[in-house]
Every structure is written in C-alpha cells, then in structure tokens.
C-alpha cells in the first residue's frame, strides 16, 4: 500500500522559489507517474505535472514556464519547485500517484498537503 | 483546454440517493474519475474509470458516462457523506483537468 509524505517552506515572499518534496512508502516506485496538484479557492484542484521513475516529466503547459519537477530514484522522492512565486501561487499543495492507463489516469493516493503562502 | 463543469452545491436529506453531475464537451468518450474530499483532508478516490471503485469504497457509491455529461450516484446518503465531490478527465492531449467542485450537503 503506497503513502505518500510531503513536506517544504510553507510562507514565501513574492520572486522566491517554492520547493517542496514528497516521500513514497511502500509499493513500488515504478510503473506510476508522481505528480503535483494545488488548490486554491478561485481556481479549485489543478495539475500541475508529474514525473516518472526514469525522469520522464510532463507539465501542464498554463504552468511549465515556472515548474520544475525532478527524482530521486535512490530515496524514492519526487520535488516540485515553482520559480518566481507571486500572490497567485497561494495554495494548498498536493504529491499524488497517478495510475497511468493507456488514454487515462486517476490519482491514488494522495499527500497530506501542504499549505503554500506567498506574502511579502 | 476541456472544461468540466459541476453544479456547486447539492443537497439531499439521509437515506435517499444524491446524483452529482459533471459536464464536458462529450465527456461519453472520456474515462470520468470521482473524488471525495472531507474539510481540511486531501481528496480520496472514490470511482474510476466511470463506474469502478476502489477497494474500501462502498458500493452505495457508483458511476456513469455518457454523451455530455457523467454523473456520480451516492444511494442511502449517510452523514458522513458529507463532502466535496470532485470528476476528473484526461483531456487527451496534455492535461488532467479536474470539475470544479460540488459541495454536498446532507440534510
């Protein structure tokens, strides 16, 4: 059974970068896409991209600009950083497994979540 | 982008069934994913592919996809039901959008 912990700064002030990283217990780290979701109360839950265990990533294109997602196959950890954070990127965080099917995927399970602040 | 719309708000009194709408330009060709999420809890998965649930899920829990519109059926609402609702598609392209929320209310 997968469970997934994630952790990173939680208040940032604008231009900043946002990293957070999300821990995989359990299961195998393969075979999944790992992926990044926010939510906020004007634009609700959104894909921000995810990343496999052979590094091969795919974002949202509203987002790319900004994100990176990277791996770290050796401690089964997947990071998400966002460069030059404003107002805008305020929002709860969330590392998901995406079970990937051939024209498909859902999220199972999901991270606790994170709340991210960007203040200055 | 695809768009997939929600009402955002349904109500139903305990014991009687909810239905949840999701709409999208024909969503009948998609495979529709449902999740349930608690205040202040990350969301779960409650359906897959349109009308699978997840091991755990109760079957008062179900799915169906077709045309415009998908639809989420919660059969002898319990209270502790009560939760926002989410669908979810991959566009076919490079997104995974999801609706945007229906809040249900249990009377």
């Known amino acids: 059974q997968v469970h997934l912990q994630q952790w990173g700064a939680g208040l940032l002030k604008p231009s900043e970068t946002l990293s957070l990283t999300c821990a995989v217990y359990?299961?195998?780290?393969?075979?999944?896409?790992w992926s990044w979701i926010r939510q906020t109360p004007g634009r609700g839950l959104e894909w921000i991209g995810e990343i496999n265990h052979s590094g091969s990533v795919n974002y949202n294109p509203s987002l790319k600009s900004r994100v990176t997602i990277s791996v770290d196959t050796s401690k089964n950890q997947f990071s998400l950083k966002v460069d030059s954070v404003t107002a805008a990127d305020t929002a709860v965080y969330y590392c998901a497994t995406r079970i990937v099917v051939v024209d498909t995927g859902y999220f199972d399970p999901w991270g606790q979540g994170t709340r991210v602040t960007v203040s200055s | 982008s695809y768009v997939l719309t929600q009402p955002p708000s349904v109500s139903v009194a305990p014991g009687k069934t909810a239905s949840i709408a999701c709409g999208g330009n024909n969503i009948g060709t998609k495979s529709v994913h449902w999740y349930q999420q608690k205040s202040g809890q990350a969301p779960v998965l409650v359906i897959y592919h349109d009308g699978d649930r997840p091991s755990g899920v109760p079957e008062r829990f179900s799915g169906s996809n077709s045309g415009n519109s998908a639809t989420l059926t919660i059969s002898r609402v319990e209270a502790g039901d009560e939760a926002d609702y989410y669908c979810?598609?991959?566009?076919?392209?490079?997104?995974?959008?999801f609706g945007g929320g229906t809040k249900l209310t249990v009377l």
């Open positions: 979810q598609v991959w566009d076919g392209s490079s997104d995974l959008p």
């Open positions: 359990g299961g195998s780290f393969s075979g999944f896409y």
